[in-house]
Every structure is written in C-alpha cells, then in structure tokens.
C-alpha cells in the first residue's frame, strides 16, 4: 500500500505543480503584454499573448464543447487510472499529473475568461510558424509522450517498476 500512497502522491504534487506553473505564466503575460501585440517575425521563438477561444490546434468548437470536453478527459483518464493502478512506475504517475494539471490550466482559463492564454510563439522557417501555445500545452504533450514511450515499453525497466 504504501507504494500506491507515494504513487498517488507524485500524481497529485506533479498535476499541483503544472497547474499553479501554468496559471502564473499565464498572469505573468496577461498583466504584462497587451492582447494581440504583434509578435517579432525576426526571431526563432517570442512570447505574445494571444486570446484563444478554439480547441487544439486552432479547430473552431462550441463553447459547450471546450467546457465539457476537458472535464471528461480529466475524468476519463482519471478512472482508468485508479482502474488500473496507480501504478508503481514513475514514469505513468508523472504523465497522468502532467495531462491533469495541463488540461485543468486551460479549462480554469475558459471557465474564467471564455479563451485560452496562448502566449509561446515558434517560428519553424521565416513564413512558417508553429501554433501559439502555452505551457499547459506544453505539460499535455509531455503527457503523451510519456504514456506512448510507457506503453511501448521503450522506458527502461528499472524506471517503469520505481515509484
């Protein structure tokens, strides 16, 4: 039991930690760059601050849907990880943390505002940029890379059976 105590702990503290990590960026750029400033088109990687009011990768959805859908994604995974686990290996309790606390960023940010805080902007080549993210984007990401390299077991079995 006590494995599954520090594996809900690690869980708990890493979806606690992205979350508070999220929000303050997120106010950091909101009271200190203006909505839609334009962001330098010279440079490899600039923070603006963009409103976001679309699902990922700039889809258009119903509000409804930006609202609910992150509530049943958190709860979905939730479930299968108390289903299945918690498990034992580090990796999984670090990847569930990060997608929760990433994914209740952003719906902390619709609930209170009606859009997203995108404020991270990457220029691939000179007229070719990447979407506006921002870091709760950044630790859902994490997220699923980590769940795939678990999965497919390409994590080394010393870290896969350690709390």
């Not at 760059?33 to 603006?48: C, E, K, S, T, Y």
């Not at 940029?129 to 997220?143: S, Y």
Request: hydrophobic residues 55%; positive net charge.
């Amino acid at each position: 039991m006590r494995h599954d105590r520090r594996a809900l702990l690690v869980l708990f503290c890493t979806a606690l930690a992205a979350l508070t990590v999220d929000q303050l960026t997120k106010l950091a750029i909101t009271s200190s760059i203006p909505v839609d400033d334009p962001i330098p088109d010279h440079v490899f990687i600039a923070f603006g601050h963009v409103s976001n009011d679309n699902i990922i990768f700039g889809i258009p959805a119903p509000f409804w849907l930006e609202v609910s859908m992150p509530v049943a994604l958190v709860i979905g995974v939730l479930a299968a990880y108390f289903w299945k686990g918690p498990f034992k290996g580090r990796a999984t309790n670090l990847a569930v943390g990060l997608f929760v606390g990433g994914t209740l960023g952003n719906w902390i940010d619709r609930l209170r505002f009606g859009w997203v805080t995108d404020f991270v902007d990457v220029r691939i080549v000179r007229d070719i940029k990447w979407f506006t993210f921002n870091l709760a984007d950044v630790f859902i990401l994490a997220a699923i890379i980590i769940c795939v390299v678990a999965l497919f077991r390409l994590w080394s079995p010393k870290d896969a059976r350690s709390p």
